[in-house]
């Protein structure tokens, strides 16, 4: 397996990699978010108690599925970098966290939209929505730790060490339901079994999900080749490339 994955070490091989990945991961996540938001919004019953407002679960939930699945994406990155100084998983976890913090937000203002007519308020200091609001604010950390030092290498460091620390927090958004009381429901996808909705329900989630993760996919490897060209912006495979398109 390490002998596959070697050739992936050198740069200029990931940027071109990832560059065949791109379109591909593109099209899908079109095709899927496509076929799946018109089930959800158009043909999936209304919730019977929820009514039309439970539509907003479509976006919201894979939206928070994936904030925490990009932050543990990219703390392992981080550890990646830190421990077996592999240059690549640096970039990597640069490339991911607008993402993640991005996909964080909309879980945020989604669930503040969901909430309201359940809830009769925008906001509440609820233990689940309290983690994911820091969830959000180490993402914005992070980014900030790889913005503040001219020295990448530097950078690097300081931003992983917080990605590392702030995995204590995926525990707790993940079961902060079930720790405490809240006024968040309880799983509903995510739980072991079967879902706890109706097939004509859970399918056009699926197929979000999977159309939304495949969108993370495709942006994360446009914004890996930023930061590969970025931090080898004076190797020869890279001038040759840019003269080639400039050409």
Known sequence: MWK???????????YHFAGKLKPWLGLSSALLLTVGLIWAL?????????G???????IHVPSA????????????AALSSLVWQVRLADASAAALAPIGAVFTAIALLT??????????TWWVWDARLTSELILLFLYLGVIALHNAFDDKQMAGKA??????????N????????????????GPTV?????????????????LCFFGFALLVGAVACVRFQTEIITRNKMRPWVRNLVTSEVN
């Open 190 to 206: 995510s739980k072991l079994g079967a879902p706890a909705m109706a097939s004509e329900m859970y399918w056009p989630f699926v």
């Open 111 to 120: 669930g503040a939209a969901w909430g309201k007519p359940m809830w009769g």
């Open 4 to 14: 596959w994955l070697h050739p992936y070490a050198n740069p200029e091989v990931s």
């Open 65 to 76: 599925i994936l904030s925490m699945s990009i932050y543990l994406a990219m703390a392992i």
């Open 170 to 185: 995926l525990p707790i958004i993940k079961y902060s339901v079930e720790w405490w009381n809240t006024l968040h429901q």
């Open 52 to 58: 039309e407002s439970f539509r907003i679960f479509y």
């Open 42 to 50: 158009l043909f999936a019953p209304a919730d019977y108690q929820q």
């Open 159 to 168: 931003a992983g060490i917080l990605a590392l620390v702030g995995v204590i």
